[in-house]
């Protein structure tokens, strides 16, 4: 896909800039995680006023592109998950 080309539509128009309920689905999270992530400081978002926050799909491919690893490491102070991929 040509990355100048909207990947989203919204009302019929294309658009770059997802709200929460979008930038959550596209991230495959909760929105109460997505919010949370808002709050830490861990997520790139513009706040526009009264509207509230929104995330530009650049953003968000760029924050997954330097979360990226072929490696798999455990998370910082949790072990091994019975279920989980070892």
């Known amino acids: 896909m040509n990355t100048t080309t909207a990947k ?9 800039v997802l709200d929460a309920r979008e930038a959550a689905a596209y ?14 400081g861990d997520l ?5 006023g009264e509207v509230g926050v929104r995330f530009r799909l650049v953003d968000l491919d760029a924050w997954l ?6 490696e798999w490491t455990p998370a910082k102070g949790r072990g091994p998950r019975r ?4």
Request: aromatic share 2%.
């Open 83 to 86: 279920g989980m991929l070892a």
């Open 27 to 40: 991230l495959a999270v909760a929105e109460s995680t997505l919010r949370r992530m808002v709050r830490r």
């Open 44 to 48: 790139p978002h513009v706040r526009l």
């Open 8 to 16: 989203f539509e919204r009302d019929g128009l294309p658009t770059a």
């Open 65 to 70: 592109a330097a979360r990226t690893s072929r």
